[in-house]
């Protein structure tokens, strides 16, 4: 028979392991919603320019109102969403109104020459470059969480606190136009 003081040893061993891995569990899990807590002040930011940019609009886009209206509605979805997964959904319906803001700009040269729209169209490009790369290291830390999750001996721990895959912050169905940078273009 195993003598007690090897199966007591051995109990120690399992349970120092075991400690390890939700020790690890916990860091990945704060490490993603510290990179969060990043993408939230580029998101902040993009919503204090929001009005900025539809008041520089206004003046200009009479027959656009449904779709200032959009913006200012998603803005308002985005800014009441709680928790990480309802924030990424109400930015990707905040980034395809703000997509078609930029479309329907093509249409007024006028606009496009003004200085307060070019001013507030560089501080909204440089917020989306921002958010972007915040973004990134957001959908690392996810994807890094994620596997560990996945991962055996680690998945039976992570099943046991109830650990679950988390999302990655995806901008949904019209991923492939905001894969590049804005562009901001005033030389017509």
Known sequence: MIPLFILLGLAIVLA??????????????????????????QLKQRHDLIPQLIETVKGYMTHEKDLLTDITNARSHALQAKGVNGKIAAEASLSHALSGLQIAVEAYPDLKANQNFMQVQTEMSDV??????VRRFFNS??????????????????STFKYKTEEM??????????????KVDFSN
């Open 128 to 133: 989306e470059n921002k958010l972007a790369a």
């Open 141 to 158: 830390a996810t994807k890094e969480l994620n596997t560990y999750i996945q991962m055996f001996p680690s998945n039976i721990v992570a």
């Open 16 to 41: 120092l392991y075991f400690a390890v891995i939700y020790n690890r569990l916990v860091a990945l899990k704060n490490n993603r919603e510290n990179a969060f807590a990043d993408i939230d002040v």
């Open 169 to 182: 912050f995806e901008l949904g169905a019209d991923r492939k136009e905001h894969e590049e940078a804005p």
